[in-house]
């Protein structure tokens, strides 16, 4: 009998014995411990869940700190887990991939079928001139071409850029351009909300601005009219269908030295524009595949969805890489969760049996707003376990979920991690109790605390800086092209110490509270822009001679976007400026990183080096004291 929570009077939501009596992980303390006496023994035994060509001769090699290294020696390559060893046994015939399109459409791949396209693209792609280590730009709708894309660049050796699709021209030309990549793999469109987003048309604009990369691959996908350049442009089904070699459903998978890169992936930074963050084959699978494994209990017979999109880490991790490491079934949508009504994702739970769903506070803000009703009217009993990530969830949209989607019987775990670090790094075990807005204690093996400005821990329920003080597998290995910068962003301020950029809490128990960024990084609805990136979009435009962008707290979104814009003489504020400046944002870097409020102002708070005192600004449009203001130029 599912007994559903019992909620004890210290705010704990403790698992059900049904649900305890299965879970992979039954006691969280024992393999904390495990790992905590011996961090190199822990990983080597998850390592060897997977397979590898060669072993590693060292686990962990920390001798040129913090450009830290795993499981050195040893040759592997995430696609010989992530299909290869699933094809050699029955799971050739288990489904990899199930795929809803926003116009209802259909597909499936089993691990065999997905094999067969990701070999046969891998070799498209060797056609084309790209080896081991060069990088491929995809920028694409959510469509099952992405993860074949992203495995076959990944199974050749070379190394995938993946700029997400909702991102547009200045956006997508600064990381092609800073990637040097050779080709460009998009598609005609994706839709969204019923509209079609014409990706193949804002890459013209990005080659317009940038020495072209040789060629583009194009995914017909709307079946809209294309621009397609002669000698750079080629349609995908026309290259699948080509007899490329005697042999192109078979592709061998390139073997790689565990600490090879796998993929770069643009994220915004504590200053300055966005920067690549590069992770590895070998590390990087061992951190991703256990940590999915314990802590969404991943079974045989799960059908898991991350409602992500892959141009995020989030995707990569934990759609394309993490399901069929382990051999899971995963679910992919395509489109709005609201379209063509509220209760799309509701329905598509029931439809294909979903038991675990991965997704964002502000998605649940979002849907939460048109009621119950909306996800009454379906099936969900299939669930049996729900996550969140990217933001910090409120006790109210966590309850919500837990109680209209989880039907109080489903514990939600809440994964606070970072593109830099790969893999959950605070969240709980299924096993766990559970506070709502609390993502409980670091992963095993993963030591965090909370830190004054001068890295001495600070009392329980005090806030401060949230830093980690192990290696981890699945950690960045560098930026790509600037190493400096990454010593300089994560471990220049507390030496030996990761600065995660996050402010956060511990309580007497424990449990870790994330409250947000301390930098120059504004998560709007879990997405993460820079304001460095989004100042510079405004200053593209004629109008604008100097700009400032700061977040503030937004009840569906967590954080939006506020601008102050200086005019250039001439220029008349208004309304009419207002939208042509969002429309302006909207269309170099995408319609997340419109701005909800711009203000016209005569001048800026600046330090006397020049530097924008955002945290000014801030505290003005909050109405709250501004603080030290004696930096203050001005
Ligand atoms: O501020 C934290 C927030 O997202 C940041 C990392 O963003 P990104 O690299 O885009 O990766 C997002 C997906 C892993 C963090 O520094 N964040 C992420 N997860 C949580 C979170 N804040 C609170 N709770 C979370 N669960």
Redesign the pocket.
């Known amino acids: 009998m599912n007994e559903g929570p019992i909620q004890a009077p210290a705010e704990f939501y403790h698992p059900s014995t049904d649900f305890l009596s299965q879970v992979n992980i039954p006691d969280p303390d024992a393999l904390r411990r495990e790992a905590t006496d011996d961090l190199e023994g822990y990983w080597a035994r998850r390592a060897k869940e997977l397979e590898w060509y060669a072993p590693w001769t060292t686990v962990l090699d920390s001798s040129n700190a913090p450009f830290f290294q795993w499981f050195v020696g040893g040759k592997t390559n995430i696609v010989l887990n992530a299909l290869d060893r699933h094809v050699k046994t029955w799971k050739r015939n288990k489904l990899a991939l199930i795929w809803e399109g926003e116009n209802g459409d259909v597909r499936t791949f089993s691990y065999h079928a997905l094999n067969r396209e990701v070999c046969k693209f891998a070799n498209v792609l060797k056609s084309m001139g790209i080896m081991k280590g060069d990088r491929v730009t995809i920028y694409m709708p959510r469509i099952p071409e992405t993860v074949i894309a992203m495995l076959a660049t990944a199974k050749i050796g070379a190394v995938h850029s993946v700029v997400y699709g909702g991102f547009s021209v200045e956006s997508l030309h600064g990381r092609i351009e800073d990637s040097e990549s050779k080709v460009i793999i998009t598609a005609d469109g994706g839709y969204m909300n019923g509209k079609t987003v014409e990706l193949k048309k804002i890459v013209d604009e990005a080659l317009q601005r940038t020495a072209a990369p040789e060629n583009v691959v194009v995914v017909r996908h709307t079946g809209k009219d294309v621009n397609m350049e002669a000698g750079r442009d080629y349609w995908y089904h026309e290259l699948m269908a080509l007899p490329l070699t005697r042999n192109s459903l078979k592709c061998e998978t390139e073997v790689m030295d565990a600490e090879d890169p796998l993929f770069i992936l643009y ?1 915004s930074g504590t200053t300055g524009l966005p920067k690549a963050i590069l992770h590895t084959h070998g590390g990087y699978q061992v951190g991703v595949h256990a940590t999915l494994t314990d802590v969404f209990d991943l079974k045989e017979e799960d059908r898991w969805w991350c409602t992500a999109d892959p141009g ?3 995707g990569h991790s934990y759609i394309v890489y993490g399901p069929l490491l382990a051999g899971a079934t995963s679910f992919m949508y395509e489109g709005a969760p609201t379209f063509p009504y509220p209760d799309r994702w509701w329905a598509m739970i029931e439809k294909y049996g979903i038991s675990i769903l991965y997704t964002t506070p502000t998605a649940i803000r979002g849907l939460m707003r048109f009621g119950e009703a909306w996800p009454n009217r379906h099936d969900l009993s299939s669930l049996r376990l729900l996550g ?6 409120n006790p109210e949209a966590w309850k919500w979920f837990h109680k209209n989607i989880g039907k109080n019987k489903c514990p939600i775990m ?7 670090t790969g893999m959950f790094m605070i969240a709980p075990l299924p096993a766990m109790s559970l506070k709502p807005g609390s ?1 409980s204690k670091p992963y095993p093996g993963v030591i965090a605390d909370v830190v004054d400005e001068e890295g001495v821990p600070v009392k329980t329920g005090e806030e401060g800086f949230l830093v980690l003080k192990t290696p981890w597998p699945a950690m960045m290995r560098t930026i790509y092209k600037d190493p400096e910068r990454y010593v300089k962003s994560y471990w220049s301020k507390y030496p030996g110490m990761y600065l ?3 402010s956060a809490r511990r309580d007497k128990d424990g449990y870790y509270w ?1 409250i ?2 301390v930098d120059d ?1 504004i ?1 709007v609805s ?3 822009l820079g304001t460095a990136e989004l100042e510079s979009a405004f200053i593209s435009h004629p109008s604008v001679a100097e700009a400032a962008v700061i977040g503030l707290p937004h009840e569906i979104k967590g954080i939006a976007i506020h601008a102050y814009v200086i005019l250039k003489n001439g220029y008349t504020p208004g309304e009419a400026l207002v939208e042509e400046l969002k429309h302006h944002i909207g269309h170099e870097m995408g319609p997340i990183a419109k701005p909800e409020k711009i203000e016209f102002v005569p001048s800026l708070p600046k330090t006397r080096s020049g530097k924008i005192m955002r945290r000014v600004l801030k505290a003005r449009a909050q109405g709250m004291h501004e603080g030290d203001l004696s930096t203050l130029e001005d």
């Open positions: 994220t995020w880490i989030t969140s990530v990217g933001e910090p969830i809440d994964t606070w991690w970072q593109t830099e993502g995660a950029g996050d994330i947000g960024r990084v998560k879990g997405y993460r």
